[in-house]
């Protein structure tokens, strides 16, 4: 505890003032203009005074300076308490970010993300959300340098040999570089997840300070259990990438490659990366835990920006209700197309139904793919034909075409024909985008989840299962649309038969939908933790 040097009674860092405060005499001061009286001579200068508290369940540990803030739960399992272990001194961060975000902040803003409409309301209920607990979490900051000569490969335009024999000319583009780059970061705790850690980036340490325990007081923190040198690939590669990215942008190279006619392969790119100096800092994170059964469920929300990061869970029954009630809208839409529009024949209401069951496999199939294939913070998404609004406009156009072309008469031939080509050249489009959302996800299979996060290595292991499971009704919808699309076109059966393949497109997607709530409700949620004394993680192999 820091004492107030008026009256002696414990202070309390207040966000909003950016001051330590003292409740019993209302004085004011600067975290660092304050004693530091766990220093006592100059040896111990570069370390302060904490206790730990460590939860019996899992071996987790946080720190604080006040011995009697006893810690009620354990953040990372939901156990019931943490115990008091000991009083040790921690050595002192170089920097802290204090935070900037109260809790109510907070908890307003966590607020806003879980009030989507399909997120199970019971992680949005107030008593869960009282639960967010100020943790300073550990973070190595890097200083590194690129200097010398760097190669970027890069490569010509197509050159034809003979009739059937093509060229592609490959070079390297050299060039000298001296560039010096801080704000690598990446957080030192075993504990803290990192895809929670990496969704909550970036911080703006251009306004961290120097520590003082006085920014701890009322808040605990991590001591940090992860060797700075764990994540030197991974600052050399990001640098890496940074550096090319500015040299790419440079006007000089743009005009050498556009004379030249000449683009750029980044991932043969080569340049001398040195890392010079690590400092470790204290970063504030609002965290949150919901325990049930042997699953938790985290929530992070950036204590300096107020960035939210979170498990959701989706709730399966409001997703069945909303696919129920559009799939009664639809159903109802058709039946007065078919009423208002008596060229409208039950083949082309069969064309609907597979151009919704392709447009339902395509959105639930990018869904996952999102889900798998998360994009790390800062890089660039991935450019996929049509993409999701493309795919929606191409569904659009496809329905109105088809029904411009069913005409028994009553439209000229003329007009009917054009929609045909219409309707094709949009469907083999929405095809197209299909096949290369699901070539994506068969690379599922080749991932690998060594080294990953638990979250990581629950989401990976639960998208190979999914395959297994949903393969036969795969099979059985592609087998129905191209049935279906015969049966359209060439006009082979009765209203009777093409309604009843309407039914089993219907049923079709509707069980590919529960297949899909099922894999999204389970990968948000991870499994307890455990930790030994230094918070590693055990290897339960």
């Not at 395959?467 to 049935?483: D, E, H, R």
Request: include cysteine; proline fraction near 5%; charged fraction near 20%.
């Amino acid at each position: 505890m820091v004492g107030c040097p008026t009256c002696g009674a414990g202070l309390r860092f207040d966000i909003a003032e950016q001051r330590m405060v003292c409740d019993h005499c209302n004085s004011r001061y600067l975290p660092e203009q304050l004693p530091d009286d766990s220093n006592t001579d100059d040896a111990q200068q570069s370390s302060f005074n904490c206790f730990v508290y460590t939860c019996p369940s899992c071996g987790a540990e946080l720190v604080t300076t006040d011995r009697n803030d006893a810690v009620g739960f354990c953040q990372y399992c939901g156990g019931a308490s943490m115990i008091f272990d000991k009083m040790r001194r921690e050595w002192k961060p170089d920097h802290i970010i204090p935070f900037q975000i109260t809790k109510e902040q907070c908890k307003e803003a966590y607020r806003k993300e879980a009030k989507r409409f399909f997120v199970s309301g019971k992680y949005s209920k107030p008593e869960l959300i009282e639960g967010f607990r100020g943790i300073y979490m550990p973070y190595w900051s890097y200083r590194a340098s690129m200097r010398g000569q760097f190669s970027i490969g890069a490569k010509g335009p197509r050159e034809r040999v003979s009739h059937d024999t093509y060229n592609i000319p490959h070079y390297a583009v050299k060039g000298q570089t001296d560039c010096m780059i801080d704000g690598y970061s990446h957080d030192a705790s075993l504990s803290f997840d990192d895809e929670l850690s990496q969704s909550i980036a970036p911080y703006e340490y251009q306004k961290q300070t120097g520590f003082a325990p006085g920014y701890l007081s009322g808040f605990y923190a991590e001591s940090g259990n992860v060797n700075p040198h764990e994540y030197d690939e991974m600052i050399e590669a990001e640098m890496k990438e940074d550096a090319v990215e500015s040299v790419v942008k440079a006007p000089s190279m743009n005009d050498y490659l556009r004379s030249n006619s000449l683009s750029l392969e980044r991932n043969e790119s080569k340049a001398p990366v040195q890392i010079h100096s690590v400092s470790r800092s204290l970063n504030p994170v609002w965290f949150m835990s919901c325990r049930n059964g042997k699953d938790i469920t985290y929530a992070a929300v950036n204590g300096q920006t107020g960035k939210v990061a979170a498990d959701l869970p989706l709730s399966p029954l409001r997703i069945l209700l909303t696919a129920l009630g559009i799939a009664a809208a639809v159903f109802a839409v058709l039946m007065l197309l078919m009423s208002v529009i008596p060229s409208v024949k039950a083949n082309s209401t069969l064309g609907v139904c597979l151009l919704l069951m392709g447009g339902g496999m395509y959105f639930m199939q990018n869904s996952f793919n999102r889900t798998v294939d998360k994009p790390q913070p800062g890089a660039k998404k991935k450019g996929k034909f049509p993409g999701p609004v493309g795919y929606m406009l191409l569904l659009a156009v496809g329905v109105i075409s088809l029904i411009a072309m069913a005409s028994d008469g009553s439209y000229d031939q003329d007009i009917a024909g054009l929609a045909r080509i219409v309707l094709i050249a949009s469907s083999a489009a929405m095809l197209l985008g299909h096949f290369l959302q699901a070539a994506d996800s068969s690379a599922v299979r080749k991932l690998k989840i060594n080294g990953e996060s638990l979250l990581r290595v629950r989401i990976v292991t639960e998208a190979k299962g999914f395959f297994s499971s949903v393969l036969w009704l795969k099979i059985l919808m592609y087998i129905t649309l191209a049935a279906g699309a015969l049966v359209v076109f060439l006009d082979l059966a009765n209203s009777l038969i093409t309604y009843g393949m309407c039914i089993l497109c219907a049923a079709e997607l509707f069980g590919l939908a529960l297949f899909h709530i099922r894999f999204q409700t389970q990968v948000a949620k991870r499994p307890l933790p455990q930790f030994n004394k230094k918070g590693a993680l055990y290897d339960e192999n």
